[in-house]
T-cell receptor, first 114, second 117 residues
């Protein structure tokens, strides 16, 4: 596998379910990100991890819980979500010790909350 | 106030023509970076081109070039000889400062480009 992978690609869940999104990067990067993309809204940064440490929580509700066990893996644990949480969730990674840091994105998980 | 503005919600262009996608930005930080990403219907954000605020020349990557006008705070993407596969959403983004070494990107609302045969 190369680049940034995300699983699952599609997820339908009820408001009482608990599920997790997984992201894995094969680029040797040390920073990972979760973004939310809702219809007709710009991409919103949710969480940032740098060297496994969370450095940004962009006022995200506690029903979203990130986990970064190492620099290659990032999870987003979901529980008691609301229908308005339906969106495309994108993971990205970058190498944070260079002057020009390009973020590389995964294919995303399309989430539908019923 | 919006930091990244893309004023064209949609554009329709004939195949093989050149197309310019507009992006204006707002920042008081002298050091910043500007990115363009392409998002096909599959969802993946594909990096296209980068321009640093101190770069002397406009960035080019194959058929993509960035028309960087610093005084006007604009960073328009130019696609030469458009192809049917260029049909997608295009996002302009800006890096402003950093979060302890990791990037913080702010994205515009995007422009949907459709290439007609």
């Amino acid at each position: 596998e190369t680049g940034v992978t995300q699983t699952p690609r599609h997820l339908v869940m009820g408001m009482t379910n608990k599920k997790s999104l997984k992201c894995e990067q094969h680029l040797g990067h040390n920073a990972m990100y979760w973004y939310k993309q809702s219809a007709k809204k710009p991409l919103e940064l949710m969480f940032v991890y740098n060297f496994k440490e969370q450095t940004e929580n962009n006022s995200v509700p506690s029903r979203f819980s990130p986990e970064c066990p190492n620099s290659s893996h990032l999870f987003l644990h979901l529980h008691t979500l609301q229908p308005e949480d339906s969106a495309l969730y994108l993971c990205a990674s970058s190498q944070s010790d260079r002057g020009r840091e390009t973020q590389y994105f995964g294919p995303g998980t399309r989430l539908l909350v019923l | 106030a919006q930091k990244i503005t893309q004023t064209q919600p949609g554009m329709f262009v004939q195949e093989k023509e050149a197309v310019t996608l507009d992006c204006t930005y707002d920042t008081s930080d002298p050091s910043y970076g500007l990115f363009w990403y392409k998002q096909p219907s599959s969802g993946e954000m594909i990096f296209l081109i980068y321009q640093g605020s101190y770069d002397q020349q406009n960035a080019t990557e194959g058929r993509y070039s960035l028309n960087f006008q610093k005084a006007r705070k604009s960073a328009n993407l130019v696609i030469s000889a458009s192809q049917l596969g260029d049909s997608a959403m295009y996002f302009c983004a800006m890096r402003e400062g950093s979060i302890q070494g990791a990037q913080k990107l702010v994205f515009g609302q995007g422009t949907r480009l459709t290439i007609n045969p």
